[in-house]
């Protein structure tokens, strides 16, 4: 047996042992149910207050918990499985450290937005966003697959779920209804500061194994199939009921068709004899679902989405081509870049322009629960009463 395999087996367990463990203690000592989770205090809510059990946000939001939490763990998962070498790992390794990460992300978010009384109260929200938390992890994984072991994973988890939650109290004020900014530009730019940390010279000499082969992209493809489906409901998730929420699925909705179109015709266009690039198509097709994260609840129109989707995929689909250039070495495994870092300005612009409608007598924005700020404050109105 090989040194390399000997401390795996005696590190990994140790490490998720202690990790769980701690988890656990520190849930047993500041994690409660919300009120609307707490058997004593719902029930206490509908006889003072003339409710019925379906006014539970529970039964709002679940449908699109469940859409997130699949999008986590199968689209993530396969998403990452284009390597040829790497396919069980991405897999498994997607699992292990999404698992960590909404433990230790409820915690974490629970201090900065949900503690009262000494407590962290948790709720269906609180699910949701420790979900969304964990999908930054994963998209930094995205940036180090297969150059690092699982503990080491397990490591980028602890640090990134913390700054990640302190990165996200900063942006309070900033409308950002599917997280744009918090997750996935947050999540690409922190993936590659990992894969700089980690770069070695000698991690070239297996540059060979990156490649793909058939059932690797067609695997992948099944990630991307799972993640452009469930997109509406990633960025809609925590949005305000009713028309805020009903206008984010739209906007994600006609924006992902549009930038699927325009990926397809680029990559036909800039690879030689008309061929198209699977790497396009199963990452470059979902920026347009990143692209309208941000500005998915105002009033962007059907059209305007779709404009924003289909310049969201030329420019992915355009960065995969001539822009993939990896600082470090090419260590950008799943070339987070291109799709992840790239629609980031264009969603600034996009947010710029939206905010000045306004006054340009083009319509008005629409937004009662679009800051991260507001969607917090949701969550915390269902805290027990001091």
């Given at each position: 047996?090989s040194?390399?395999?000997t401390?795996?087996?005696l590190k990994?367990?140790?490490?998720c042992?202690l990790l769980?463990?701690?988890t656990?203690?520190?849930?047993?000592?500041?994690?409660r149910y919300?009120?609307?989770?707490?058997?004593?205090?719902w029930?206490?809510?509908?006889?003072?207050?003339?409710?019925?059990?379906?006014d539970?946000?529970?039964?709002f939001?679940y449908?699109?918990f469940?859409?997130v939490?699949?999008m986590?763990?199968?689209?993530?998962?396969?998403?990452?499985t284009?390597?040829k070498?790497?396919?069980?790992?991405?897999?498994?390794f997607?699992?292990?450290?999404?698992?960590?990460?909404?433990q230790?992300?409820t915690?974490?978010?629970g201090?900065?937005?949900s503690f009262?009384d000494?407590?962290?109260?948790?709720?269906?929200?609180s699910?949701?966003?420790?979900?969304f938390?964990?999908?930054a992890?994963?998209?930094?994984?995205?940036a180090?697959l297969?150059k690092?072991?699982p503990?080491?994973?397990?490591?980028m988890?602890?640090?990134?779920?913390?700054?990640?939650?302190?990165n996200?109290y900063?942006?309070?004020?900033?409308?950002?209804?599917g997280?744009?900014?918090?997750?996935?530009?947050f999540?690409?730019?922190?993936g590659?500061m990992?894969?700089?940390v980690?770069y070695?010279p000698?991690?070239?000499?297996?540059?060979?194994?990156?490649?793909?082969?058939y059932?690797s992209?067609?695997?992948?493809?099944i990630?991307t199939i799972y993640?452009?489906?469930f997109?509406?409901?990633?960025n809609?998730?925590i949005t305000a009921?009713?028309d805020?929420?009903?206008?984010?699925?739209m906007?994600?909705?006609?924006?992902?068709?549009?930038?699927?179109?325009?990926?397809?015709a680029?990559?036909?266009?800039i690879?030689?004899?008309?061929?198209?690039d699977?790497v396009?198509?199963?990452?470059?097709?979902?920026?347009?679902g990143?692209?309208?994260?941000t500005?998915?609840?105002?009033m962007?129109?059907p059209?305007?989405?779709?404009?924003?989707g289909f310049?969201a995929?030329?420019?992915?689909t355009l960065?995969?081509k001539?822009l993939t250039?990896?600082p470090?070495?090419?260590v950008?495994?799943?070339?987070?870049?291109p799709?992840k870092?790239?629609?980031?300005?264009s969603?600034?612009l996009e947010h710029?322009?939206?905010?000045l409608?306004?006054?340009?007598?083009l319509?008005?924005?629409?937004?009662s629960?679009g800051?991260?700020e507001d969607?917090?404050?949701a969550a915390s109105?269902?805290l027990?009463?001091?």
């Open positions: 047996m040194g390399h395999a401390n795996l087996r990994l367990p140790a490490i042992f769980q463990l701690f656990i203690i520190l849930f047993a000592v500041f994690v919300d009120q609307e989770t707490s058997a004593r205090l029930h206490e809510e509908l006889s003072h207050h003339n409710k019925s059990n379906r539970n946000d529970f039964y939001r449908p699109s469940q859409d939490h699949t986590i763990f199968i689209g993530f998962g396969f998403l990452m284009f390597l070498r790497y396919g069980f790992g991405s897999v498994a997607n699992f292990l450290i999404a698992a960590f990460a909404i230790w992300s915690l974490i978010q201090f900065f937005h009262h000494g407590k962290i109260h948790i709720g269906i929200e699910m949701i966003n420790a979900d938390c964990s999908g992890v994963l998209i930094s994984f995205g180090v297969g690092t072991s503990i080491q994973l397990l490591l988890a602890l640090f990134e779920v913390t700054l990640f939650g302190i996200e900063i942006l309070l004020s900033a409308k950002d209804a997280d744009s900014m918090t997750i996935h530009t999540g690409a730019y922190f590659l990992v894969s700089r980690l070695r000698q991690l070239d000499k297996s540059r060979q194994r990156e490649g793909s082969v059932h992209d067609l695997f992948a493809m990630g993640l452009w489906l997109w509406p409901s990633f809609s998730a009921h009713g805020d929420q009903q206008r984010t699925v906007n994600t909705y006609f924006s992902l068709a549009a930038s699927t179109l325009a990926t397809f680029m990559s036909a266009l690879n030689g004899e008309g061929k198209l699977m396009h198509i199963q990452n470059a097709a979902l920026a347009g990143v692209m309208v994260g500005s998915g609840e105002m962007l129109t059209f305007g989405a779709m404009i924003a310049l995929g030329l420019v992915s960065g995969f001539f250039v990896s470090v070495g090419d950008d495994a799943a070339r987070e870049g799709w870092r790239q629609p980031g300005p969603k600034g710029h322009n939206q905010a409608k306004p006054q340009l007598g319509g008005e924005v629409s937004s629960a800051t991260v969607r917090h404050s109105s269902l027990p009463p001091a």
